[in-house]
């Protein structure tokens, strides 16, 4: 109860503004500063209330006020005035809100007062007659249904949300089905969603709710309405998961699976079913169980036809039968029967087929004896708009069409009917771009719709741009930018309707600039300029390193010029600067005004052979019999006299015995610290290297000399697969410069065999993991049938640049470079595609390799993978043979093709 425990904080009694202040000192001091995501937060400390972040804010027993509030705006704890707070059924008036949360109590609006309510009561909204003018009040449960009304529930009011909208109105369950008329109440009770009043299911567009789909596709895991999730050969979880909340397909720790006899570890369960095992219960590991048989049906072709015999899928697999699946056995319903049967296509038509050439085309298959007559078949597929080059729209099953990267035209769309994917063409912005395409396309390609029946000419897309000269050395020394990101970005210019297709010579000429100087209208001006377009306005440039922001480099007056030497003379500040090497003075000023000396520098000094320093102006070094170490050295600043011979680190890992000057600029190498000799010091080679070994783990890939034999088309038309990006492992961390700047894409030169433009490197990436590697990402796969090479150009740590030797040859690994070729159907990677790759294929699928007679370049799954889903299947076999003969999704036919260049 509030009154049997002292309160902390007494409303009618300030804080002096000084203890206040020391307080908010200690509070922000050990909870953060009242700056950046801080928030008021009211608690049961001693100020009532400080500025801190909404985490230690719960750490102390606060209550955050959200966003924007601090406790020096508008008294947001009620510190002075309180509230009226319900404490078990009882009122008590001006309480600070923390406190009568802290007492568990319930604070009241600001300004109601205990007078205007009676804590404790249960009023809550009462639904009447309907149809009559008053068909809600706000009172006691008991009372409303007295009076025959139906109370909405605690918490509610009629002021609130009309709790008492019983209009009957559609109702959408998970499930994507739908019932008209439910009154919104009946409707959440039975966990559905209530539709707009006035509607009906033909109205409402009711989907399935997503729900986590574990199957055997790339990505193991992906959010799916439970139908889609079917279509493409997936596991439901169930209604409310997701991917990524609780592992649901067992990523991260899955159970054992049983394969026949043999028990594996750690096989997600998806996974375990595609592959025909049997997966164990969560948790279950393999010293748990036991696994029995796992004999399935086996169809194999004989003498007298197709017959059945139950073996395990490998074996079935090994002497070139089917297996027919899980569960099935030649004892029940003749698994292996081949005779033809009505076939329901995903397109919606009924052909003659075995069952089980049904199946793999996707189809369902009748019972014994049922044909096509009589059957209707529903069209399970729907058109899916893909964007860029290519065919724009082909008809997928839905989820197959989201796993492909298209756009579902919805359900009972064809690609013959219509053209659902171009029949609706707007305005398209993408960035300032703007595109005349169909909603699909713009969506895919990640740009946005503009409203139907909008053109190009009718919208403007992102802020206008103007050539945007970037006034230093750079590659690219103009860009297209909005004028006020030009501006932000310490950025030139040049005005509305210029563009750098047609201005960009006018920045090259800005590219190096200096002050120039010139006279318009008789009024000496100056302006940052290049100096051949200085001359071109007729200006005279001022010298490089000079800005009109930085002093007044027109002003060429003759000054007092003070000479290194610490003598001065009487010049313009140019010839000061260029041939005399001094330092101007203000404007006006002579010799006799200014007192022009040296800048002390250190001075090396050597009686009786100890070497010792003193800062002194250089002109009195030699008046010490010392040795200056430059301008802008001290005596205690890096040990400017140290000129001791020592250890000297050189690029190829030897040593030598030499002072610090000549080790660095002699020798090229690294001096290590004073007092270390070649014998103790440890000098390692310093030139980066590329490390090439065979696996992902432990080396660069793809390693150098593979060739990528797998698919090259997703279309039958472009080539849109291959290799795209390398991930190169050095022996050490390198930079993109001597001076350790970030690598990029200029870092890594590529060129290709045959004389073709090479890909373009778009981006380089170092890994988190491992800061010796770099994943180097280009803008489309590798030529088929070319050699492509990947030279790197980069820099140790210490400024070496990386070990180059050139091309050694084919089968040699260069430290600097690595060699990748294309070549659809190469299984065996000899540069040809011949019979024996099909030989080589079935041997790496089987497990028949022995050491050294199979690739293994980068693993066998590169090899094998023809289909790039990261997985061997069956599948990969059939698509294998349509590369081979030109058919399905290839471009060409492979067999008898090869690489037109010997590898570089």
Known sequence: MLIHRPPIFVASRAIPSTTLALLLTVVTTAFGQTTGDTEACCGPFSIGCADIVPAKCDLVGGISLGPGS?????????LQGGLACCIDNKCVNNVPLFFCHNEGGEPQEPGVLCGDLECGSNIQACCLDPMADLNCGDTEPEFCLEIGGTPAGDGTSCHMDDPCDVAPRPCCFDDGSCIDFIPPAHCEHDGGTPQPTGSTCEDAQCVEAPEACCGPFAVGCADF??????????????????????????????????????????????????????PQEPGVACADIECGSNDQACCLMGSIGIFCNDLPPDDCLDFLGTPAGPNTSCAVDDPCDITPRGCCLPIGVCVLEPPARCVVQGGVPEEIGVGCDGIVCPVLTEACCFGGAGVPCQDRLPGQCILDGGESAGPDTRCSVDDPCDGDRRACCQDEFCFFVTPGVCKFDGGVVQPAGTTCDDVQCGEPTEACCINLPAAHPCEDLPRNDCFAMGYTPLGPGTSCMDDVQTCLKMELTEACCFDPQGALGCADLSADFCL?????????GTSCSVGDPCDFAPRACCIPDGTCQFLDPQT??????????????????????????ACCISPLAALFCVNVPPSMCPDFMGRSAGPGTECFTDDPCDFFPRACCLPDGGCLFLDPQSCAEGAGGVPRESGVTCDVAECLAQSPEIVHLDSAEHGTFPCSGFIDPRQESTNGLDIDLGITSASI????????????????????????????????????????????????LWDRPITPGEWTTIVADVYSKQGFPIKSVG?????VDEPDRIDVAFLPGDIDQNGLVSPVDL????????GLCATNDCPSCDGQLAMTDIDRDGELSPLDLFRYRQLINGLGNATQAWGGQFLTNSQP
């Open 576 to 601: 000061c600067v260029e041939f005399a090497g001094g330092v101007p003075q203000e404007s006006g000023s002579t010799c006799d005004d200014v007192a022009c000396g040296q800048a002390p520098e």
């Open 536 to 544: 071109e306005v007729q200006g005279e440039p001022a010298g490089l």
């Open 70 to 78: 601090q406790c020096a705006v508008d008294d947001p704890c009620f």
């Open 839 to 846: 030989f080589v294929f079935r041997r790496i699928a089987n």
């Open 225 to 278: 309405a439970p139908s889609e999730c079917k279509l493409i050969g997936g596991e439901p979880v169930g209604p409310g998961s997701e991917c990524h909340v609780d592992d649901p397909c067992f990523f991260d720790n899955p159970p054992a699976c049983c394969s026949g006899d043999v028990c594996n570890e750690h096989v997600p369960p998806f996974f375990c079913q595609y592959k025909g095992g049997v």
């Open 729 to 776: 492992l050095f022996n050490r961390r390198v930079f993109g410069s001597p001076d350790g700047t970030k690598l990029t894409p200029a870092n890594f030169i590529m060129t290709e065999t045959g004389g073709g433009d090479p890909p373009i490197a778009l981006g380089v990436f170092p890994t988190d993991d491992i800061p010796e590697r770099v994943i180097v």
């Open 807 to 811: 091309h050694l040859g084919p089968g």
